[in-house]
C-alpha cells in the first residue's frame, strides 16, 4: 500500500493529525428483481466475449476493487453528487497501474485519509491539490445556464473590467448568426477550471461538419470566447472548438420477456437500441428503458427490427409510457406482455446464438475506469475507457442533458475497434468483473464523439449506412434510477 499527498511535505502521522473528519449520508437506488424470464444465454457468454484480449480480465479485477475503494471515500455518490462532498475535485481510476488519483481542495476529511492509509495490496494513491473544488466548478458552470439551457455568446470585444453582467447573454435560439454556442461542460478533470466547447450557433440540429475558420481564425475566438466565459464564471475556463454533438440514432429479433442491447424500431421508424429493464416504483410495472430522443417525445408503437434486413417478421414491443425525462434521455417502454428480462445482448449484432450476459447490479463511474458499450446497430465493444465524467451537453434536439460521460476507444478506430455507431442510442454502457459472466449497468447510450473517415473491417454493423464513432457519450444509470424513480432488475 502506498499514499502519496503530492506538494504536501509533511508526514503521514502529521497528516493525519492536521485533517479534519467530515460525514456524508446519501440514499442510492435499491436493485431487486421482478417477473419471471426466459432461460438467459450463459452457456454463449464467454463466447461473446473470447475475441477480447484475455489480459483485460485481471484488469476488470483491478478496476472492481479501484471503484470499491472510490465509492468507500464518497460514500456511494453518483458522478456530479459527489460535489456534496467539501473539497472533493475528481479522481482518476488507473486500473492498469492499479492507481487512484484524487484532486482534493484545501484539507481531505480525516476519514478519506484512514481508507487511504489502509489500501489493499498493491493498489497505491496520490492525492494532488486543486484549484477548484467539485462544487465550485457546478456553481460557475450555473451561471452559463438560463431557462435550463446553456447560454449563447454573442460576438464582439469582451470588457476588460466590470461585473459578469458586462457581457449580454441569450438563451439558444433558432438564431442562425455566428455568436458562439455552448456545446459542453464539464469540471477539468485536475480541478484547474471549466472545460467548455463551443462551435457556431446555426440553429436547432444545425452545425457545420467542417471547422469553417481558418485555424488562426479559430485561435483568435477560442480567446475571445475564454475572456468571456472566465469572465462570466469567475473561474478559469479552458475554451475548445467542439461541434454540436449528433443523436446516435438474436440481438435483432427479440422476444418477452424483452433484454436490454436488443434493437429497437422506433415509433418513427428508425433503428435504436434497448438500455436495462427496470421495475417502477411510480407504476409498479416492469419497463424497458430507450432514449428519449429516439422517441422523438411524440409517443408511439416500438417493434424489433423491421424486414429486411431482418428475416424474422417483426414483433411489436410495447408502446412509449408517460414515464420520461427529456434532459437525461430516457423514456420506458411499456412492453404488453408486461415482461422484462435481466440480461444484457452481447457480443457482434450477427451472432445467431444470441449471447447475453446476466446483469448484476450497477456502479457509479470514474474517469480511467474501462466499459464496453452495447449498441444493437454495431454491437459491444470493449476497450472503451471513460475520459470525463460530470460533463453537460447540448443535444442536437437543443434539450440540455446536465449529466453525461464520455468513454473513448483506446483501440486504433480506423482498423480495429469503435466506441459506438448510430443506431446505438439507448444502448447499455456495462462492466464486468474479470469473470465475463455478469454485466453491471453503468449507463446508456445517448450521442456521439469523434465520427471517423469510415467504419473498421472488424466492426458489422446491422445497418452498414450508418456512420461509426470513436467514443460515445452516455448517461450515468444512476441518474436515470434516481430521476425516474426507476430500480434496476438484476439476478
Not at 484488469?59 to 479501484?66: C, E
Not at 449471447?355 to 464496453?372: F, H, I, K, Q, R
Not at 483506446?410 to 480495429?416: A, G, M, Q, R, V
Not at 466492426?459 to 430521476?483: A, D, E, M
Request: proline share 6%; hydrophobic share 35%.
Amino acid at each position: 500500500m502506498s499514499f502519496n499527498s503530492r506538494g504536501w511535505k509533511i508526514s503521514s502521522a502529521a497528516l493525519v493529525a492536521l485533517l479534519a473528519g467530515a460525514a456524508f449520508t446519501i440514499a442510492s437506488p435499491a436493485n431487486t428483481s421482478h417477473a419471471a424470464e426466459k432461460q438467459p444465454g450463459t452457456a454463449a457468454s464467454l463466447k461473446a466475449w473470447a475475441f477480447f484480449d484475455p489480459s483485460q480480465a485481471e484488469i476488470q479485477r483491478k478496476q472492481k476493487v479501484l471503484d470499491g475503494i472510490v465509492d468507500q471515500v464518497t460514500e456511494g455518490r453518483s458522478e456530479g453528487d459527489r460535489a456534496q462532498i467539501p473539497g472533493f475535485s475528481n479522481v482518476v481510476v488507473d486500473p492498469a497501474g492499479n492507481k487512484l488519483r484524487f484532486y482534493w481542495k484545501g484539507q481531505v476529511p480525516g476519514n478519506v485519509t484512514k481508507i487511504l492509509h489502509s489500501l489493499p495490496s498493491g493498489v497505491t494513491a496520490e492525492v494532488i491539490p486543486a484549484k477548484y473544488s467539485m462544487a465550485e466548478l457546478h456553481a460557475a458552470r450555473d451561471k452559463l445556464v438560463k431557462n435550463e439551457m446553456p447560454v449563447t455568446i454573442p460576438t464582439g470585444p469582451t470588457a476588460s473590467t466590470g461585473p459578469a453582467s458586462s457581457v449580454s447573454l441569450m438563451a439558444s435560439t433558432n438564431a442562425t448568426t455566428a455568436a458562439s454556442r455552448i456545446t459542453s461542460m464539464a469540471p477539468a478533470l485536475d480541478g484547474s477550471g471549466l472545460e467548455i466547447g463551443y462551435d457556431e450557433d446555426r440553429g436547432i440540429g444545425q452545425r457545420d461538419e467542417t471547422d469553417p475558420l481558418t485555424r488562426s481564425a479559430r485561435s483568435e475566438k477560442n480567446s475571445e470566447v475564454k475572456s468571456k466565459t472566465d469572465l462570466l464564471t469567475g473561474v478559469e475556463t479552458h475554451v475548445n472548438y467542439q461541434p454540436l454533438s449528433k443523436d446516435l440514432s438474436t440481438r435483432y429479433a427479440d422476444q418477452t420477456p424483452w433484454f436490454g442491447g436488443s434493437s429497437l424500431t422506433t415509433p418513427s421508424g428508425e433503428i435504436c437500441s434497448s438500455g436495462f429493464a427496470v421495475h417502477s416504483n411510480y407504476s409498479n410495472r416492469d419497463l424497458l428503458m430507450a432514449a428519449y430522443h429516439c422517441d422523438g417525445g411524440a409517443g408511439g408503437d416500438w417493434y424489433t427490427l423491421s424486414s429486411p434486413p431482418s428475416p424474422i417478421a417483426r414483433r411489436h414491443i410495447g408502446t412509449s409510457s408517460n414515464e420520461v425525462h427529456p434532459e437525461y434521455d430516457v423514456v420506458g417502454i411499456a412492453p404488453d406482455s408486461g415482461m422484462t428480462g435481466r440480461e444484457v445482448y452481447v457480443g457482434t449484432v450477427d451472432d445467431s446464438s444470441g449471447p447475453s450476459l446476466p446483469v448484476a447490479g450497477w456502479s457509479a463511474n470514474n474517469t480511467g475506469d474501462l466499459v464496453c458499450t452495447d449498441g444493437a446497430n454495431s454491437g459491444a465493444h470493449c476497450n472503451v475507457q471513460i475520459k470525463y465524467t460530470d460533463i453537460s451537453i447540448t443535444g442536437p434536439n437543443y434539450i440540455y442533458r446536465p449529466d453525461v460521460d464520455l468513454a473513448v476507444q483506446l483501440s486504433d478506430w480506423n482498423s480495429t475497434d469503435i466506441g459506438a455507431a448510430d443506431g446505438d442510442s439507448g444502448g447499455p454502457v456495462i462492466s464486468m468483473d474479470g469473470t465475463y459472466t455478469h454485466a453491471y449497468a453503468r449507463g446508456t447510450i445517448t450521442a456521439n464523439y469523434a465520427l471517423m473517415d469510415h467504419c473498421p473491417p472488424f466492426v458489422r454493423l446491422w445497418n452498414s449506412y450508418k456512420p461509426c464513432y470513436g467514443g460515445t457519450y452516455f448517461v450515468p444509470i444512476s441518474q436515470s434510477l434516481l430521476h425516474m424513480n426507476w430500480t434496476l432488475k438484476t439476478q
